[in-house]
């Protein structure tokens, strides 16, 4: 065995993703999930242990009864939008829990972790692509809460030699070719998902919020990433730590920008069906365009994501769907 991982969300999207890698890569895992959002389906094997991470009793047993190597931190709340008529909520579930399972790892001296951060903690981007000296000025409640806690991190490495990789995601999309884990959110607000609801008539359309940005085709950019691509970068920041790698921060996107009616385009040609749209007005707080570099990570750590085009990716996600309907 390599080691034994402690994986808290690990019966989330992506968490389930990199519960599946690890143990394909020969680690213990024990996940860690409150299945608030989470689904007992998701869980491709591991420990499930049904339970909250502010729950510092809870913590104290599993770290007694484990010898972990390394904490990955999936459990958060995610919605933009949520988080601007909820700050409360999600600086409660998004900081403050997180705050109690550092306490519990420097109790039980465990000192490597790896954190799913945002892209939104870039806020209105001044250069694209972006890269991770970019400027972290977000605009909205949820990459508040990512981003302090990516500075209690840096706190948390300086006073008790807690060695961290902080991960910023993009677009997060696609699911495993297995078809058996993917994106099951409720309500879905995410485009790829929506999208394909729409194509097998879920719903009867899909709502593209703004046709007037500066971009091409006045609809918004976004950088879609695999979620396999995702789980395998973890891995790797993992084997980095477990070598007394330092501290780092990476963006993780494909470097690849599309717009919303690009991707209504690619799932209208992977899906073979029409796809109904209609056009509303912007949502609140999507900024135009938002591609990453991932030249850092592609340097320091060899990722190199293997789901490279769109339509691959949207593929898979369809292929997920699929399944799911029967
Ligand atoms: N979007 C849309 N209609 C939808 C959902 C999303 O037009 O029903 C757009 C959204 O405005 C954004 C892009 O699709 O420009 C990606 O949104 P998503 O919520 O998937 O991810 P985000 O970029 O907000 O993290």
Redesign the pocket.
Known sequence: KNGTILVVGGAGYIGSHMVRQLLAARYDVVILDNLSTGNRKLVPGGELVPGSLGDAEVLDRLFAGHDFDAVMHFAAF???GQSVNQPLVYYRNNLAETLTLLEAMVRHDVRRFIFSS???VYGEPTAIPITEDHPCLPTNPYGNTKLAVERLLADCDAAYGLKHTVLRY??A?GADDAGDIGELHDPE????P??LQAASGLIDH?????TDYATTDG????DYVHVNDLARAHLLALDALMQGADSATYNLGSSNGYS?NE?IAAARSVTGKEIPVVT?P??P??PAI?VASSEKIKHALGWKPAYASLRTIIRTAWNWHLKQAH
Do not use: E, K, Y
């Not at 607000?189 to 790829?192: A, E, P, S």
């Not at 899909?206 to 703004?210: A, D, P, T």
């Not at 609809?219 to 976004?222: G, H, N, Y």
């Open positions: 995610s919605q933009v945002t892209a939104a993009f677009n999309a607000t995410h485009l790829i929506i999208v899909i709502r593209v919020f703004g609809t918004c950019v976004r919303v991707v509303g912007r949502r707080g999507d938002l």
